[in-house]
Each structure stands twice: as structure tokens, then as C-alpha cells.
């Protein structure tokens, strides 16, 4: 079909609804992507917008549907944090490239200082957003409570803190993936098996030393004696390997719950004359494509899916916007382990 050449004035929504033959109500609510059209109506007016060339005027629906066409991604994060983690640069990645792909604009906002929050405040109930998609993971974010004042769709990655009643979560398993990784260990003949952490005040980080826990069957003292806290972070995670090797100068496989801080450990372990996986045997948690195949040696990892996560996080949050029935709930992802040579 031929686009049609114009002239003269450009082509209005009546002059599509006359072509296609129906009103102008139903043509308005096929280009607004309402469900409340037969597919004979949507076909015509789509092949009447493509014979007349039209191009909807976006200040003039944004003032009518009180829709901006942009989604807020809010990170309660130090800036450092995100851009020095390579985790963070592919949330934000995927983000991005999920909500082109549904033609939405992005809007990325750093929410650390009590500052930040206030302008996030401002900014979120100002409508200049439709919609948001939060990662808020520490106990103690602010986050979750301004989102509950704001007549705004969310739908947060992972499991926020506080009740969870009407929230929309898009999460992985990460005590499944705990226990993969530390049964894996097992099956490998391993007897002394620590665990590099994350910062306990995310449940993250919680659910995997719950899944390393679960698969040893560890005591408190155990928990004492073989974890340590590496904060997500390269530095952390070699000083926590550090910290282990002199408290417990016999273990042979270590579970940490980011390949970051598996780098760094795997350089504590480099450091400390311990081969890999001969000595010591590793796992890590993510399976960044940038990390977990360039360490030395190449990183086994719970693998999961970063940019699945993010697009199932876009796709709920679309449906909400369109304002479909949804029950909020927490969806829960899988993890896999991915086989390199540390374990």
C-alpha cells in the first residue's frame, strides 16, 4: 500500500475515522492501544494511518490522555555505585532497551540523599512520568513508602523491604540459586564450603547465604565461622576472602553472591598462593557476560537473567498503564548455574 502524499493541511483523526470507515472514537482508541476494539477496526485504521500519512500530534495527546510517553527507572543506589558496577550498567541497558523497544521514553533518577528524595518526590508527582520501575533493595529505603503516596503504576526488581500487600515485584530465585551453587560444590567432593556475602540489609543477599545455609546445613557458629560480608563490591569481596583464608585456612570451595566480588576473591586467592579450583573451588552469583568468562580462572555462576528480569518488569508495568486487571504479586524468576573451570 502506497503512503499518500500531502500538500496541503496534514491529515487529522477524522480524516483517518473517515477513511477507515468508523468513529472518531474508535479510531482515537486504536492509535491510544485500547483493548476495546475488534480486530477489523484496528486493521482499518491502521491501513488508513499508513494510506494518509498520519503522525498523531504527542502534546496534544499528552494533554488529552494525561500520558507523557516516559517511565521513570529509580535506583536508590550511591552514583558511584552505579556506575562503577558493571551489574548496574546492564539494568539500566536493559531498561533502556526494553522501553524503546515499546516506544517509551526513559528517565533515569539517583535517589541517595534525603536531597535526592525530595526531588524525586517532586519529579514523580509532577506528571511528567507515567510510570516507574524502582530498585529499592536496602532495608531502610524511603522508596517503597513515596511510591505508595504517588497515584503512579510501579513495579519493583526484587523484594523491597516492608509489606509487600498491592506491590508489583519482578524478583529471581535467589535461595534456589544458592542452593545450586553450594550443591554443586558439594557434588564436587568440597567439605569446607564459606560464603562471601552480600550486605544483609537486602534480601538478595539474605536469600543466597539462606540457600547456602539450607545446602550445608549450617549452625550459627558455622555461620560465624565461614561467612563474611564483601558488600557487592571488587574490593569487599577480596578483603572478605582475605578474612577468611586466615580464620579458616583449611576451606576448599567458597559460594559468593556476586561474580564482582568473586573477581576480587579470586585476586585474594591468586594473592594467597591458592590455586583455582585445585585449592579452592568458586562460585559466583549473576553470570555477567562481563565478568563471570574473563576471570582467571573463567567464573562458574548462578546465572540470572538481567535483562529477562527487566523486560518482564516492563511489560507488567505496560499492562498496568493500559490499565488491565492485574493482581499485584511477586514474580519470582529461575536461576540456572553455568559451569566454567573455578568449580
Known amino acids: 500500500m502506497s503512503v499518500q502524499s500531502h500538500s496541503g493541511p496534514r491529515p487529522t483523526l477524522e480524516d483517518v475515522a473517515a477513511r477507515a470507515g468508523v468513529s472518531r472514537a474508535t479510531a482515537s482508541r486504536v492509535l491510544n492501544a485500547s483493548p476495546r476494539v475488534s480486530p477489523e477496526a484496528h486493521e482499518a485504521v491502521t491501513a488508513a494511518v499508513i494510506a494518509l500519512g498520519y503522525q498523531p ?9 494525561r500520558r507523557t510517553g516516559a517511565v521513570a527507572v529509580v535506583f536508590s543506589e550511591p552514583e558511584p555505585k552505579i556506575f562503577d558496577d558493571p551489574h548496574f550498567a546492564w539494568l539500566i541497558r536493559s531498561a533502556a532497551r526494553s522501553l524503546a523497544d515499546a516506544d517509551v521514553q526513559m528517565v533515569l533518577l539517583l535517589v541517595h540523599s534525603p536531597e535526592d528524595m525530595a526531588r524525586a518526590e517532586r519529579f514523580l508527582a509532577g506528571g511528567h512520568v507515567d510510570g516507574a520501575l524502582m530498585f529499592a533493595p536496602h532495608k531502610g529505603d524511603q522508596l517503597p513508602a513515596l511510591a505508595r503516596k504517588l497515584s503512579l503504576p510501579v513495579v519493583y526488581a526484587g523484594r523491597p523491604w516492608g509489606p509487600l500487600r498491592g506491590m508489583h515485584l ?41 540457600g547456602w545455609r ?31 583464608l586466615r580464620r579458616v585456612p583449611d576451606l576448599d570451595a567458597v559460594f559468593i553472591a556476586s561474580d564482582l566480588m568473586a573477581a576480587g576473591a579470586l585476586d585474594a586467592l591468586h594473592e594467597a598462593g591458592k590455586r583455582v579450583p585445585e585449592d579452592v573451588a568458586v562460585v559466583g552469583f549473576d553470570d555477567h557476560p562481563m565478568i563471570a568468562p574473563h ?32 493482581k499485584a504479586k511477586r514474580e519470582v524468576l529461575p536461576t540456572v548455574l553455568v559451569r566454567r573451570e573455578s568449580a
Open 57 to 65: 500530534n504527542q502534546a496534544a495527546r499528552a494533554l488529552v490522555t
Open 170 to 210: 519482578v524478583d529471581h530465585d535467589n535461595e534456589g540459586g544458592g542452593v545450586l551453587a553450594t550443591e554443586h560444590l558439594i557434588s564436587l567432593g568440597r567439605k569446607r564450603i564459606a560464603h562471601v556475602t552480600g550486605p544483609l540489609d537486602e534480601h538478595s543477599a539474605m536469600d543466597r547465604l539462606a
Open 214 to 244: 539450607s545446602a550445608t546445613g549450617a549452625s550459627d557458629a558455622d555461620v560465624e565461622l565461614l561467612t563474611e560480608d564483601g558488600g557487592f563490591s571488587r574490593e569487599g569481596g577480596k578483603n572478605a576472602m582475605a578474612a577468611l
Open 295 to 326: 576471570t582467571v580462572p573463567p567464573l562458574t555462576s548462578v546465572q540470572q537473567d538481567t535483562t529477562n528480569q527487566v523486560r518482564h518488569m516492563v511489560t507488567h508495568l505496560l499492562r498496568l498503564l493500559r490499565e488491565e486487571p492485574i
